[in-house]
């Protein structure tokens, strides 16, 4: 038998527990324990809530987690309720399946007014993560700068675009919708310091911003390369910058009140406003021969009360644990940290990739580990060791089957039409099992 303890259960955590499993069959106990009641990590809380088409690859986790061997340890902060090298006493391995759900900072002048957020706190607010229910962002204002330009910044456009009815069959929580709703929100300016070439944006993700019944997508013809340099694009890429060249050929219906523009080759320099944010000013650039966005000199100044910087994230570190500060992820090679310590997915290769990537990371993970271990016997205690400890430190754990619980109350409460109305606090969803919050 083989004790795997992963932490987080995200789409890395549980590809690494069916990996696990298809490997080693009945012979491994696999413990996915994560902070939060709830499983799914990225899945519930970064996918977008009109995305319920990729929502639904947690049917595969679930089978996953439902299996005898697989176990959904709910409602456990390693580093608190538990330390690191606890778990790597009573586990042969411990696989850190963490994720990176920290805002890379943007790093200039004014990026701590009010009114500026990181996407993850943004994201986090509308996909009712209980970190951030209580973000309120500013959207009393009639401008809004999106920072970044791959498909983190084209949800957020999207979803402070989208009216009521287009968020039909969505679960966004409650109150972000209201407060979406309500808001004054009307030009949109998504930053993106290279050009349309250097776009990290999907086909799919970017057209759905040609088909929004009240905003409408602007692309300034200039910025677009002569056509015959998309050739030399690869495919997906081509796509995207077609869609780009169609927004800036057609451009916005008359009627529509919201306005998306592109404002391609602007780096923000600096955000600026009287104790909160009232505009950023944007330098324009051009590329080097590295491809790399250099200053010209040249600035404008873009109004806005918000600012949501969607330029990727990190890795939070764990005390302990060697971490890699210029990627802001763990210190691995190839997923391997430490005796019987392992990384996976974004807490391994950095936050890149969509969900199905996590799938071989966690295939090359579970064959690490089985390269590591072979087929000795497992001299650790695993599950009863975890049990016995969280017991004493009287942690209430949620199971899998607790979740069930959970999940079947959010579908009770929801709107017509939405599949889930999710709690937003974590005491919520533990009243629903009967049990105080720990802390
Ligand atoms: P991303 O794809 O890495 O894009 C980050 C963007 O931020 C890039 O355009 C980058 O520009 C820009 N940037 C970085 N630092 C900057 C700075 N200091 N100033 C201005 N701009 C800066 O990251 P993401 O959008 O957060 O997405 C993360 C991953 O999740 C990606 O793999 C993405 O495809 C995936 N995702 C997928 C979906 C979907 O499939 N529906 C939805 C959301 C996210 P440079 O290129 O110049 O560095």
Redesign the pocket.
């Known amino acids: 038998m083989r004790h795997v303890a992963v932490i987080g259960s995200g789409p890395a955590g549980y590809y690494s527990a069916e990996a696990l499993q298809k490997i080693y069959g009945a012979d491994v106990h696999v413990d996915v324990i994560d902070r939060m009641p709830v499983p799914y990590g990225l899945i519930r809380f ?3 809530p009109d ?1 319920q088409s ?1 929502k639904a690859v947690y049917k595969r986790y679930e089978k996953v987690a439902l299996s005898d061997n697989v176990r959904f340890v709910g409602n456990v902060t390693v580093g608190k309720d538990v330390a690191i090298d606890e778990l790597q006493q009573l586990y042969d391995a411990v696989i850190l399946a963490t994720g990176a759900p920290n805002d ?1 900072p ?2 200039i002048p004014g990026d701590d007014l009010p009114g500026v957020v990181g ?1 993850a706190a943004f994201v986090g607010w509308y996909n009712g993560h209980p970190d951030f229910v209580g973000l309120a962002p500013r959207l009393d204002t009639p401008g809004a700068v999106v ?9 957020v456009a999207r979803i402070l675009s989208k009216t009521a009815h287009e968020f039909e069959g969505s679960d966004i929580v409650a109150g972000a919708l209201d407060a979406l709703q309500a808001s004054a929100i009307r030009d949109i300016h998504v ?4 050009g349309p070439h ?3 944006m ?1 086909p ?2 970017l057209g759905e911003l040609g088909h929004l019944e009240r905003a409408a997508p602007r692309v300034d013809p200039a910025d677009l390369p002569p056509v015959e340099d998309d050739a030399a694009l690869d495919p997906g890429l081509r796509k995207s910058v077609t869609i780009l060249r169609d927004f800036a050929a057609n451009p916005p219906v008359g009627d529509k009140p919201k306005t998306i523009d592109f404002d391609f080759f602007a ?2 320099v600096r955000i600026e406003g009287d104790g909160k944010v009232e505009r950023v000013i944007v330098e324009r650039t051009k590329l080097d021969e590295s491809g790399r ?1 250099v200053g010209t000199g040249e600035t404008y100044a873009v109004e806005c009360g918000l600012v949501v ?5 990190r890795t939070p570190p764990i005390d302990g644990v060697p971490y890699d500060e210029d990627h802001g992820r763990f210190a691995n090679d190839e997923g391997r940290i430490g005796d019987g310590l392992y990384c996976v997915g974004w807490a391994r290769r950095g ?5 199905g990537t996590n799938r071989p990371d966690g295939f090359a993970i579970a064959d690490l580990i089985h390269a590591d271990f072979g087929t000795a016997l497992s001299r650790k205690s695993g599950r009863p060791g975890l049990d016995r400890l969280l017991d004493e430190r009287q942690v209430d754990i949620v199971t899998f089957r607790d979740w069930q619980k959970i999940e079947a109350a959010e579908a009770e409460r929801a709107r017509d039409g939405s599949p889930r109305e999710k709690f937003t606090y974590v005491e919520e969803m533990l009243r629903q099992l009967g049990i105080g919050r720990t802390t």
Do not use: F, M, W
Not at 147 to 155: E, K, Q, Y
């Open positions: 970064g996918v977008a995305h990729i890379r943007v790093g996407s920072i970044g330009n791959g498909n983190v910044a084209l949800d930053l993106g310091r290279r250097q776009i990290a999907t799919k993700e780096k923000p966005a910087s969607c330029i990727g994230y936050p890149t990739g969509t969900i």
